[in-house]
């Protein structure tokens, strides 16, 4: 059986729209959804994803490209298994919980699992104690095991912590960010769980860093919750000894008209950030600081218009910034402002609309997105022209997702583009002070990894013609400059 395209092959497999649609439908479009669509059997469509979902590639190979690029067959999903007992921990991450905090997470399939995790700086010597949440979710006939949240601390910064979760199972560790620079961010955007995702993972572990970002695109599950928890089991052995900081993708919208309209219910069930923390009222775009930087994660799939609680909670976490104390300032969301790909063009232009002067006046360092399945590096842009006190932005989307590589730019490249390229890899943000950061983007070649782009940045923040009384202009002696 063949189809016109990936996106006609899955609704006649399911009988609705694939979860990994680029834009979530509106509340009115979601209500014209008709019933006939919502009747067709759910477990027998679960059935077809199961078998039909390593097909995908090949379906995506076979179909006429909607918009005129073509991916490259993707490497095959691994299914991580559960090896451990009811008991004991599985899916452990951490992530900063606010100022000298860490926040420990995992799974257990016995529900009386208590939310505890022991932890201190000598390896099966736990001198401090703590006490979490948990909490589990449904979806559709799948319920998850219990999800426990616990926050230690207070932490010293730069040291090794040695942990145990629930009171059994294995011990893992893992190392506070510094205090004060340098500190290195590995910088990786849409995952998945392939051969590729642990080609990446390998290359980002075998050099050290302190903070791992991650913007959007997280296990590619689309709605079949195994493959959460099998991506939980893939990224422990990273996750659990370096804080891994996410914001949410497409794929973890999981929404399903009217029995879950709002979506983002395992994803928010799954990784908790600190947006409690950051004072923001949705786990969908939270802020924290670590060593001189102030990192901002947005929603690219909530509301960010001017009236919504997302761009007031943005305005306020920027008129909060402190440019003493965190000299850069790093955004990170999904679906990139500038994007010269063929793949998902202007899917994130009313939210560039919408937030691109708050960022711009803040005189954000540098932007990340994911979202296209390739590599590229811009200039310093402001409203599509280049300009010295607007933020480099940086689409790396190709951390390993099952879908494959987005292959095809636009030509003539534009002036705007530095360096792009559609393969696998990951970044490296490394900030050594509080002028200057060594950005570098790695290539997986197979079992290597190979720098294929890197730059020196400076800090806005000691630009003095970028806070010139012209604050909100565009300062005319820098334009020179470039
Ligand atoms: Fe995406």
Redo the contacts with the bound molecule.
């Keep these: 059986m063949l189809f016109q395209t990936p996106k006609h092959a899955f609704i006649a497999l399911h009988g609705f729209l694939p979860p ?1 649609q ?1 834009s979530i439908p509106s509340s009115s479009q979601q209500k014209q959804i008709k019933m006939d669509k919502l009747l067709f059997p759910h477990v027998f469509s679960l059935a077809l994803t199961f078998f039909f979902l390593p097909q995908m590639p090949l379906l995506q190979s076979l179909a006429s490209p909607p918009d005129g690029y073509s991916r490259p067959p993707a490497r095959n999903v691994i299914f991580t298994t559960h090896d451990r007992s009811d008991q004991e921990p599985q899916q452990v991450h951490i992530s900063l919980a606010g100022s000298d905090h860490m926040r420990v997470t995992w799974i257990t399939d016995d529900k009386h699992s208590k939310s505890i995790v022991e932890y201190g700086t000598q390896p099966g010597r736990y001198d401090a104690k703590a006490t979490g949440e948990h909490t589990s979710y449904h979806y559709f006939f799948y319920s998850s095991g219990k999800i426990h949240h616990v926050k230690i601390g207070p932490l010293e910064p730069n040291t090794s912590y040695y942990y145990r979760c629930g009171g059994h199972g294995p011990e893992f560790s893992f190392k506070t960010p510094p205090a004060t620079f340098p500190i290195e961010f590995a910088v990786v955007g ?1 995952l998945g769980q392939t051969e590729w995702t642990k080609s990446t993972l390998a290359h980002v572990d075998s050099q050290d860093y302190d903070v791992f970002l991650l913007p ?2 997280l296990s590619y599950a689309d709605s079949q919750q195994p493959l959460w928890d099998s991506f939980g089991r893939l990224v422990e052995p990273s996750a659990s000894r370096r804080p891994w900081m996410v914001t949410e ?3 973890e919208i999981e929404i399903f008209p009217i029995i879950y309209p709002h979506g983002f219910k395992p994803y928010n069930a799954r990784w908790q950030m600190p947006y409690e923390e950051s004072n923001s009222t949705s786990n969908l775009y939270y802020s924290f600081d670590v060593a001189g930087t102030h990192v901002i994660m947005l929603g690219s799939y909530t509301d960010f218009d001017c009236d919504s609680d997302q761009y007031k909670w943005l305005v306020s976490d920027l008129s909060g910034v402190d440019r003493q104390k965190t000299p850069w300032v790093v955004v990170l969301l ?2 990139p402002w500038y994007n010269t790909n063929t793949a ?1 063009q202007g899917e994130g232009e009313s939210m560039r609309n919408a937030m691109e002067v708050l960022l711009y006046k803040a005189r954000v360092d540098v932007v990340f997105a ?3 399945h390739a590599y590229e590096r811009f200039t310093r842009i402001y409203d599509n022209m280049a300009d010295p006190c607007g933020p480099v932005y940086i689409t790396i ?1 190709d951390g390993g ?1 099952r879908e494959g590589l987005a292959l095809t730019f636009k030509k003539p490249s534009s002036p705007l583009s530095l360096y792009r390229e559609p393969s696998f890899g990951h970044g490296r943000l490394r900030i050594l002070d509080e002028k200057r950061a060594h950005w570098s983007w790695h290539r997986n070649n197979d079992s290597d990894s190979v720098v294929g782009d890197e730059v020196w940045l400076d800090s806005l923040s000691t630009s003095k013609a970028c806070w010139g009384a012209d604050h909100d202009g565009i300062n005319n002696s820098s334009k020179d400059e470039l």
């Design positions: 990994q680029p849409d959007g695109d993708g497409n794929h999904h679906a998902h994911g979202h296209v989307g997702n």
